[in-house]
């Protein structure tokens, strides 16, 4: 099995070749899905995000984390340190349940 990355900034073609690569019946795995799920579904993540960013009560308000990241670099890291191990731990999950497959392809938007 070969696990392979799909990646860029936006606006590069990503979309289009995930779609192409699933309509011949790749599976193709958004990373990007997977970081957003560790903000919303993830009770650890969404626990220590909002101690990490004393966040009220409730859904993460991902325009203002959003806000706050992206003016700090070091609150940047935090939340990277926050969600990155969900991901790869998802990631990691995803090419097991599938190793029978022969190829398995990750979708990543990378912010540059």
């Not at 990646?7 to 795995?29: D, E, M």
């Amino acid at each position: 099995m070969k696990v392979l990355g799909i990646t860029g900034s936006i606006a590069t073609g990503k979309s289009t070749v995930t779609n192409y690569l699933k309509q011949r019946g790749y599976l193709v795995v958004d990373s990007d899905k997977l970081a957003y799920d560790a903000l919303t579904i993830d009770e650890v993540c969404i626990k220590q995000t909002k101690n990490r960013f004393d966040l009220p009560a409730g859904p993460i308000d991902r325009k203002a984390l959003g806000r706050i990241i992206f003016n700090d670099k070091q609150a940047k890291k935090d939340l990277e340190a926050i969600i990155h191990p969900y991901v790869i731990k998802k990631m990691q999950e995803i090419i097991v349940l599938n190793q029978h497959l022969d190829l398995i392809f990750f979708r990543y938007t990378a912010i540059i």
